[in-house]
């Protein structure tokens, strides 16, 4: 008895471990790392959640009509003349192609919106600087005769004949130079003349637009001022009344 009762009383009062044998140290570690994986599974699915349409084969979201450029008006050309896409996702856009009508401004937006045509831009340019864009940039338009181009590119049409110089207006100029800057500012793409071109620069292509007066010393310069350009003021309430 007394050496029994001395042994015991000689001991160090034992802590209880946890019914498994883990300290509490590990399950406080432990709780601590699945509350880390928590929050992280959290924050990675917010990141899908967002992020979602980046998936191949998922649809970036669209609303019919929406513009990627402010300063033009939507109408629709036929669903004949373009294939649906999902750009930069599918395919890289690298350039910009530089059409002529060969035909009036209601005549470019009519036939584009003819399923027999079989080809369109995204946009049209007219003589007066108005811009319809008819293609979203996230599609192919079939412009260029080549598909490979086709896929990489924002097509522009302008209104007139190759044949007449006098069709390619200031207005016309000045209106298409902000819309291939803002295309340009979109995706990334160089102001140079390896990336903007014209039709008859695709390879395999038997178009010769914009033609010999197409001023691209002109273009170009207009361009990069229009990229380089403070933004325009908003306009107050008070402005606009």
Same mark, same amino acid.
């Given at each position: 008895m007394g050496n029994n009762g001395s042994t015991r009383a000689g001991r160090k009062p034992s802590r209880k471990k946890p019914a498994d044998g883990v300290s509490r140290r590990a399950l406080l570690i432990g709780g601590g790392a699945v509350a880390a994986a928590g929050a992280a599974a959290v924050l990675a699915r917010d990141e899908v959640k967002r992020l979602w349409w980046r998936v191949p084969g998922v649809e970036k979201p669209r609303k019919p009509g929406e513009l990627d450029y402010a300063g033009a008006t939507w109408v629709a050309a036929s669903e004949a003349?373009?294939?649906?896409?999902?750009?930069?996702?599918?395919?890289?856009?690298?350039?910009?192609?530089?059409?002529?009508?060969?035909?009036?401004? @209601?005549?470019?937006?009519? *036939?584009? !919106? =003819?399923?027999?045509?079989?080809? @369109?831009?995204?946009?049209? *340019?007219? !003589? =007066?600087?108005?811009?319809?864009?008819?293609?979203?940039?996230?599609?192919?338009?079939?412009?260029?005769?080549n598909r490979s181009y086709n896929e990489r590119a924002v097509g522009i049409e302008h209104e007139g004949f190759v044949d007449r110089p006098q069709d390619l207006t200031k207005e016309m100029y000045a209106s298409s130079a902000r819309l291939t800057a803002s295309i340009c500012a979109r995706h990334g793409i160089p102001i140079d003349r390896e990336h903007i071109i014209g039709h008859v620069e695709v390879p395999g292509t038997d178009h010769t637009d914009p033609g010999p007066h197409w001023d691209w010393d002109r273009y170009m310069e207009l361009v990069r001022r229009a990229a380089t350009a403070p933004p325009s003021p908003t306009p107050s309430p008070s402005a606009k009344a």
């Amino acid at each position: 008895m007394g050496n029994n009762g001395s042994t015991r009383a000689g001991r160090k009062p034992s802590r209880k471990k946890p019914a498994d044998g883990v300290s509490r140290r590990a399950l406080l570690i432990g709780g601590g790392a699945v509350a880390a994986a928590g929050a992280a599974a959290v924050l990675a699915r917010d990141e899908v959640k967002r992020l979602w349409w980046r998936v191949p084969g998922v649809e970036k979201p669209r609303k019919p009509g929406e513009l990627d450029y402010a300063g033009a008006t939507w109408v629709a050309a036929s669903e004949a003349n373009w294939r649906r896409a999902d750009r930069p996702d599918d395919f890289p856009v690298d350039r910009v192609i530089i059409h002529v009508t060969q035909g009036s401004f @209601a005549s470019a937006v009519k *036939v584009f !919106q =003819d399923p027999a045509h079989r080809a @369109a831009t995204h946009y049209i *340019v007219g !003589q =007066d600087g108005r811009v319809v864009q008819m293609i979203r940039e996230l599609d192919v338009a079939y412009q260029a005769g080549n598909r490979s181009y086709n896929e990489r590119a924002v097509g522009i049409e302008h209104e007139g004949f190759v044949d007449r110089p006098q069709d390619l207006t200031k207005e016309m100029y000045a209106s298409s130079a902000r819309l291939t800057a803002s295309i340009c500012a979109r995706h990334g793409i160089p102001i140079d003349r390896e990336h903007i071109i014209g039709h008859v620069e695709v390879p395999g292509t038997d178009h010769t637009d914009p033609g010999p007066h197409w001023d691209w010393d002109r273009y170009m310069e207009l361009v990069r001022r229009a990229a380089t350009a403070p933004p325009s003021p908003t306009p107050s309430p008070s402005a606009k009344a």
